[in-house]
């Protein structure tokens, strides 16, 4: 009992601050007393530590904070994962396998090959066509006014001696028709859309 | 406030929180590891990593289970732990340990050392410790925790905190003996009988 009251003393000594006796009464009962050994063992004191280690473990913190930083919500929903339990997945990849297997020999419709797609472009021609240009063609006809038949009968004799060898029959036929002749044969004649009358003088000579 | 809610704050980005709960539990961390350790280096990282990882994963402290500077000896332990494992080559086997005395036969050496080189003298002895025997010495010896709760921080049984508990014992005062006051008189009296 003195031994006892006696290390308890010691480690009141040893450390100031633990003056609590139930603590210390249990550590006894654990403890063989050596006090020898235990004031031997109190002369060795670890060192404070450093503060460098203060800002070190300051600076570590601070990063690791700034990296815990929630990322932006796309990211999250690229990157997160949902857990499936192993046998969910298991049967989920049975199934798929299955699916598969039965679509691959399942007998394929008949289809028609599709003509290859024409992938060269027809190259462009330039093709000059030719503009029909409506053509005007003017003929000079001579009536032969009736009123005019006193010095018209001395001309027509001579018209017609003049031009019985051209016209012949026709051009009599054609008077006996119509009452008037050309010089020309018209049989093949088509008479234009637009007729333009242009009255020529004797005496223009040039007039065309 | 208690260290749960700041935990949960320290998580969440306050810094104050984390500053508080930092200051609380820094130094017996820090000595803890350095005692295990034997180096501020080593213990600084350990120390950091610890903190860190107590901020990273914040979930992984059940307060149901332990305090939080269990926890945290717990992580340090582990830390220091993979510091064992890589470089296994370097540290002694315990066999060695504890039939070879560590230090030297001296005749009056407390007159002769000073205290500093005391300490040198324990911190070597605790050092050539076998790392499962040198956490309970630590935990039980300097950081005055329970067996029970050594237990809950070396993953044993109180059964088997005792047992590295009293083999550590046994190491240390084999390697110290030549400090011990009863060994000095019996080799003063042997002197004087001489």
């Known amino acids: 009992m003195k031994h006892e009251r006696k290390y308890l003393r010691l480690l009141r000594l040893s450390d100031p601050h633990k003056t609590r006796g139930e603590e210390t009464t249990r550590r006894l009962s654990e403890a063989t007393p050596d006090r020898e050994l235990k004031t031997l063992l109190a002369s060795w004191d670890a060192p404070e530590a450093p503060r460098a280690l203060d800002h070190r473990l300051l600076t570590s913190y601070r990063t690791d904070q700034q990296g815990a930083t929630r990322p932006p919500m796309w990211r999250r929903a690229l990157t997160s994962s949902v857990p499936v339990p192993l046998p969910i997945a298991g049967l989920t990849v049975v199934a798929l396998v299955a699916v598969s297997t039965a679509l691959a020999l399942r007998p394929s419709p008949v289809t028609l090959e599709s003509p290859p797609a024409i992938t060269t472009l027809a190259a462009t021609r330039v093709v000059e066509m030719p503009v029909m240009q409506e053509r005007i063609v003017t003929r000079t006809v001579f009536v032969e006014k009736k009123e005019h038949l006193t010095w018209k009968k001395e001309r027509r004799g001579t018209v017609v001696a003049r031009g019985a060898n051209v016209a012949g029959d026709s051009a009599a036929r054609a008077k006996e028709q119509t009452g008037y002749f050309t010089r020309v044969n018209m049989t093949e004649f088509q008479p234009a859309n637009e007729v333009k009358i242009r009255v020529i003088k004797g005496n223009r000579s040039d007039e065309k | ?194």
């Not at chain 2, 039939?99 to 070597?124: G, T």
């Not at chain 2, 240390?172 to 000095?184: A, I, N, Q, T």
């Open chain 2, 1 to 194: 406030m208690t260290d749960e809610k700041l935990l949960q704050r320290a998580s969440r980005g306050d810094e104050a929180a984390f500053l508080i709960l930092y200051e609380r539990h820094r130094a017996p961390v820090f000595r803890f590891a350095y005692r295990l350790l034997g180096s501020i280096e080593l213990a600084e990282d350990v120390t950091h990593d610890c903190f860190l990882g107590l901020i990273k994963r914040p979930a992984s402290f059940d307060s149901q289970r332990a305090a939080l500077r269990t926890y945290l000896y717990a992580a340090a332990r582990n830390l220091a732990g993979k510091h064992f494992r890589q470089h296994a080559n370097n540290t002694v086997p315990v066999d060695e340990l504890l039939d070879e005395p560590r230090v030297p036969e001296s005749e009056e050496p407390l007159h002769q050392l000073l205290n500093e080189e005391l300490s040198a003298e324990v911190s070597k002895a605790v050092m050539s410790l076998p790392p499962l025997q040198r956490e309970a010495v630590v935990l039980f010896e300097y950081e005055e925790l329970s067996l029970a709760e050594i237990a809950l921080i070396v993953g044993a049984d109180v059964g088997t905190v005792k047992s590295r508990l009293y083999r550590a014992r046994e190491g240390l005062r084999r390697s110290l003996s030549p400090y011990f006051k009863s060994h000095r008189r019996t080799a003063n009296a042997g002197r004087v009988y001489k």
